[in-house]
């Protein structure tokens, strides 16, 4: 395997399947089958799921009235809600899994502990970090890439819902855009592309973690990617 540690980000949107809110049992469970393939090849896998199928703190926050910090704390419940339920499923498919949360819910979940943490991933078991960093003005982007610091992560996957990497211009509207096959951190931050927050890119590179960025829906996209086949945008 090209990466025996990964931190797979699955955006929130990712499990609205064709709803316009909420949680659909077929991406879900689609995204379950591909971490099991991970697993199966011997990888030690850890994953942080958003929660913008549920709530988005910022976009949010304004419509209702609540201020930022409210809202991220709500954003943050919804991506808990968004882990038990990918462990539900992992579960059922025979994949041991543990979601630990940066907000202590003791009946529901482990507290995060980053030594408890890499124990899970060293016995084969997922490890799914739930409620962000913990607090408010952070994104989810931030929080995966803060936890796959922490758990000395190989790589961070970053699964996009239907685009296969990162392009010049966004692809569902400009035609003529072109995918990049490698880039390097400085593009994302200077360029201020779209693909994920920059305090999260210049985290990566802080710590020499190499970005990949894929569609989620490719069949076998993890598992390609733990082979060391091109897919998707490389980004180090």
Known sequence: MKYKRILLKISGEALLGDQDFGIAPEPVTMIAQEIKKACTLGAQVAVVVGGGNIFRGMKNSAKIGLDRATG????MLATVMNAITLQSALTQIGVDTRVQTAINMNQIAEPYIRHRAIRH???GRVVIFAAGTGNPFFTTDTAAALRASEINAQAMLMA???VDGVYTADPNIDPTAKKLEEMKYDDIIKNELK????SACDL???NNIPIVVFDFKQKDGIKDILDGKKIGTYIN
Do not use: A, I, S
């Open 195 to 198: 693909v994920m927050d920059t």
């Open 204 to 206: 990566c590179k802080q």
């Open 160 to 162: 996009k819902n239907g």
């Open 72 to 75: 991220d704390y709500v954003g």
């Open 121 to 123: 991933l060293e016995k």
